[in-house]
């Protein structure tokens, strides 16, 4: 559905250019999921500004469904959350909300019915849509914003930390939201440093540092590239537990708390070495399997 | 356009400096118009047209709204001239309240205090209403060109610069630069009798030639300006 | 142990892609809207060349080597010349008339210093002719008390009257009269 080629584009005067993308190919089929994630200023941003069309690339061809990204059509069919939300603070929550309905294409006559609706499904009551964006708290701020960018059920969502600043709630909110656009086919593009949060509703992530694509892994299914296998023992008994995954052909890193991760290539594996502790005597506090993407940005240098 | 005009229209008014700023020329401007009559026009309008319509474009750009405004389906253009439409909006709703307030103030004065000279007549209000308006689109044309590339109220200080540059050279001895001064003012800042046109004469002079061709210029270049434009994200 | 982390790898996790436009071209909703710009540019220019045209068929044929401003348009040219208006209320049927045309603004020196010095306008009386004027002759000439042809009046830009002249007394008191008018005009250089 999104096709990148080639993508690069730099900023800023003479003498003081910066190259924030540089030769970035990626394709995203219709219906997934995809994470961004990478380090601060790697490009991540940048990116999804391109995507958007609000950026021209120096070199490369970004299509959306065989369209230029800023084409009207495609703009019928796309959710946008950014970052900052700053802006039209004079206006109520739902004068808000109701403006994006109408400038969404939406029939003007459901306009009110929809902003509640869509309220509704942020965790934002009547009496907040009353009052101006002015009084928002940072979190009712961002449940706003994707409540605006959720109207008329886009097929193509963009979100720019959709999760920051909120508090537990909100989190669960945002994640809630985004597996039921998914569940109706919508693709959706993600920015997040939420990495946990990242795990559980992307089907894949690429990761982007100093603006260049460097790693794509596939999160879930069978064809999953990335495995770990987690699991506390009791501390004292570290080096018991490693060696019996080792028995079993799996070398783990230890950690001082009681930790073991190791790599997985199936969670049949996982079972296998919850056995073999379990066997060799050792209590098993936690396991999970996970893709650590934590890791990820600590390889790179 | 419409859901733009209001929203300009909507930002504006719900600001408190904004309208406190309009509400104190509003009053000066009937103060002035009360005692000197309106046959001279309207003295504070242009401050008025300055107020509503500077930044009018870059503040969206600053905050992060246009970013959010452009991701649904509208051209460019339909949202800068829904901000253009919407300057013009907000600009007549302030000639209107100080027309009414004028009326307002001539009708309630006692007979004597009035100069007897002010002639406040409907139709010369109206007419100097009409050119204040007029002439106010224009500039406001300017300023909106200016806003599509230059941030925050620096599109105020391009429009002082086109002053500059088409007056300055008028005190320069060389003719043929005083020449050349007068033809671009001509051009860019065509000057039109308003008050004779919305009488009926010269309607189709080459003032209001001028005038209609630079103010569609204006506009186009802006519509043009503002279509190319990159949006970075945010000021990170 | 992690599976495709190498570049190229990443390229090949796609999807049957779409093929992609051109480049990223603009949209096809942009390149009509310049065409619509295109347009009213077109029609605008056409507007103002047909104006302007319009505005010069009034004068009538050029008289003596006076570039004259159509009258109505007068003052708002005098507004950003910087300079008094010099209007001269004239008719067909006047014989002093004729010799102002003739001997004043067909002089090379007057016509210069008049070009120069202010933005002439003539407005040409039709009462005789077509039985009435248009009422904006008939506005000017009550305003500057005109009742006699040929009659200059020097005016400021915002209309005031600076000085009047009736008749024609011959070149010399024609320059006089000028130059004593643009003196009095004294207007500061601009607006």
């Known amino acids: 559905m999104i096709a990148v080629r080639g993508v690069s584009k730099s900023y800023g005067r003479f003498g003081r250019r910066v190259q924030a993308l540089t030769g970035v190919d990626l394709a995203v089929a219709r219906g997934e999921t995809l994470g961004l994630i990478g380090p601060n200023g790697a490009g991540k941003t940048t990116l999804l500004t391109c995507l958007l069309g609000f950026l021209r690339p120096d070199a490369g061809s970004i299509a959306v469904d065989g369209l230029a990204p800023d ?210 005597g050792v209590a098993v506090y936690e396991a999970r399997v996970s893709a650590e993407l934590e890791e990820l940005f600590e390889k790179n240098a | 356009m419409s859901e733009m005009v209001r929203r300009f229209v909507r930002q504006k008014f719900g600001s408190g400096g904004l309208v406190a700023a309009l509400a104190v020329l509003a009053l000066l401007e009937v103060l002035g118009l009360v005692s000197r009559g309106a046959d001279r026009g309207l003295g504070m309008a242009n401050w008025a047209i300055l107020v509503v319509a500077a930044g009018s474009v870059s503040r969206d750009v600053s905050s992060g709204a246009l970013q959010m405004i452009l991701s649904r389906p509208i051209r460019r253009t339909e949202y800068l001239f829904g901000r253009y439409f919407g300057i013009l909006a907000a600009y007549a709703l302030f000639l209107v309240v100080t027309w009414l307030l004028t009326l307002l103030v001539a009708a309630v004065m006692p007979a004597g205090t009035r100069p007897a000279a002010a002639d406040l007549s409907a139709g010369t209000l109206a007419v100097a209403t009409g050119s204040a308006f007029l002439s106010g689109a224009l500039q406001a044309s300017i300023l909106l060109f200016f806003s599509t590339f230059l941030p925050g109220i620096a599109d105020l200080l391009g429009l002082l610069l086109v002053y500059l540059v088409l007056n300055l050279p008028q005190m320069a001895s060389a003719p043929w630069l005083r020449n050349a001064a007068e033809r671009a003012r001509e051009n860019m800042l065509p000057a039109v009798e308003w008050n004779e046109v919305l009488r009926g004469h010269g309607v189709l002079g080459a003032a209001t030639g001028r005038w209609v061709f630079a103010l569609t210029v204006y506009l186009a270049m802006a519509a043009v300006i503002f279509s190319r434009r990159e949006l970075p994200y945010g000021q990170e | 142990m992690d599976r495709s982390e190498s570049p190229e790898a990443v390229s090949a996790v796609a999807t049957a892609p779409t093929p992609p436009a051109a480049g990223t071209t603009r949209a096809g909703s942009q390149s009509k809207i310049s065409s619509v710009l295109l347009l009213v540019l077109i029609a605008a220019a056409l507007f103002r060349i047909v104006t302007t045209v319009m505005d010069r068929g009034q004068e009538g044929t050029a008289v003596g080597l006076i570039r004259w401003t159509e009258a109505r348009s007068a003052a708002a040219a005098a507004r950003s010349a910087g300079k008094p208006i010099l209007y001269d209320f004239t008719a067909e049927w006047c014989g002093p008339c004729k010799m102002l045309d003739a001997d004043g603004w067909a002089d090379a020196k007057v016509a210069a210093f008049v070009n120069e010095s202010f933005v002439p306008a003539r407005v040409v009386d039709r009462a005789r002719e077509d039985g009435r004027n248009p009422s904006w002759i008939d506005d000017l000439q009550r305003r500057y008390g005109v009742n006699a042809f040929p009659t200059l009046v020097v005016a400021a830009p915002d209309g005031r009257q600076i000085a009047v002249a009736q008749g024609y007394s011959g070149k010399q008191k024609l320059t006089e009269f000028l130059e004593g008018a643009r003196g009095s005009a004294n207007l500061p250089v601009g607006r």
């Not at chain 1, 003007?108 to 907040?128: H, I, K, Q, S, Y």
């Not at chain 1, 570290?238 to 028995?247: D, F, G, R």
Request: aromatic fraction near 4%.
């Open chain 1, 71 to 280: 084409d009207l059509a495609v703009r019928a069919r796309t959710g946008y959350l950014p970052e900052r939300l700053g802006f039209d603070r004079e206006l109520p929550g739902r004068a808000f909300l109701k403006h994006h309905w109408r400038l969404a294409g939406g029939d003007p006559a459901l306009a009110d019915a929809e902003t509640e609706r869509a309220a509704d499904r942020v965790g934002l009551d009547r009496e907040a849509l009353k009052r101006p964006l002015r009084g928002y708290s940072r979190g009712m701020l961002q449940r706003i914003g994707l409540a605006q960018a959720l109207l008329r059920d886009p097929d193509l969502l963009f979100l720019d930390e959709p999760a920051s600043g909120t508090d537990p709630r909100g989190v669960a909110l945002v994640r809630e939201r985004i597996l039921e656009a998914k569940a109706r086919g919508a693709t959706i593009v993600l920015n997040s440093h939420q990495l946990p949060e990242v795990e559980r509703v992307c089907d894949r992530i690429v990761f982007i540092d100093q603006g260049r694509l460097t790693k794509s892994e596939t999160l879930k299914g069978a064809s999953a590239t990335r495995r770990r296998g987690v699991i506390r023992v009791d501390a004292g008994r570290l080096v018991e537990a490693a060696a019996a995954l080792s028995t079993e052909g799996l070398a783990a890193d230890a950690e001082p708390e009681g930790w073991l991760r190791f790599p997985l290539a199936s969670d049949d594996e996982m079972v296998r070495a919850i056995r073999a502790i379990v066997l060799s």
